[in-house]
């Protein structure tokens, strides 16, 4: 699972400022348009979860295990493999 986690104990609406304002100054390769369908489809739709929710979840669902595999530094994406 390649997905981006909040931090323990970050709201929602914090952890989208900081990712909205990261998109609006790092991504250059979009146009404007480009970027306002991102940001309105993230703001109404995405509803990011901390790392341990998601492995909770993962375990209630039947994983056995849940390892994090890597742990971008400067953008909140992670990639999280689970084993049944």
Not at 7 to 18: A, C, N, Q
């Amino acid at each position: 699972m390649i997905d981006v986690f909040r931090g323990e104990g970050e709201s929602r609406d914090y952890f989208l400022t900081k990712y909205l304002q990261n998109i609006t100054t790092n991504w250059f390769s979009l146009t404007k348009d480009e970027i306002d369908m991102l940001i309105t489809h993230i703001e109404n739709y995405d509803f990011p979860e901390t790392e341990n929710t998601i492995i909770n979840q993962a375990k209630n669902a039947g994983f056995s295990k849940c390892e994090l595999i890597y742990r971008d530094q400067k953008h909140p994406r992670y990639l999280l493999v689970c084993y049944k």
